[in-house]
């Protein structure tokens, strides 16, 4: 028995992430499995290991701050100082969970996040896990399909 059904979601907030892309998605391969073990689903079948095969933003316009300060920051940066410049979007990535008992759950991870690129990091506001019934390959061509969509 698949570890994430479809149509079962896990959620979590506050998450650092690294600045690379590359690395986000190592990180998301280390933290869905935990995610999907402390939702509960361990009675069942442990997550073992995630590959993630996609990470793409889905934001149709991510929105651009000069000055977005983090908590213990001032509120402009000081002369001398790393801009605050933060990006906010919405990311998404595509994957496969894989249990211990040999199992496999296609998953999607929706993100909010705000990127300081400056800085060298990323904050996911919200990240959900969404197992899925479809393939893979049949949900990037319907996010190309929604692309193409509102490219137009």
């Known amino acids: 028995m698949p570890c994430l059904q479809p149509g079962q979601g896990v959620e979590a907030t506050g998450l650092t992430l690294p600045v690379r892309l590359g690395e986000v998605a190592l990180a998301l391969e280390d933290i869905v499995p935990r995610l999907v073990n402390a939702a509960g689903c361990v009675d069942r079948c442990r997550a073992v290991v995630a590959i993630v095969d996609r990470i793409e933003s ?68 919200s990240v959900t896990v969404l197992g899925t019934k479809q393939s893979v390959k049949a949900l990037l061509e319907e996010l190309e399909f929604e692309a193409d969509c509102v490219a137009v």
Not at 97 to 105: H, Q, W
Request: overall charge negative.
């Open 58 to 125: 889905c934001g149709a316009e991510p929105m651009q701050f000069e000055s977005m300060p983090d908590a213990a920051s001032p509120i402009i940066p000081l002369e001398g100082d790393v801009s605050t410049a933060a990006i906010l979007d919405s990311w998404l990535a595509k994957g496969t969970v894989l249990g211990e008992d040999g199992s496999y759950s296609v998953f999607v991870v929706f993100m909010e996040v705000m990127r300081r690129p400056l800085q060298g990091s990323w904050t996911a506001g």
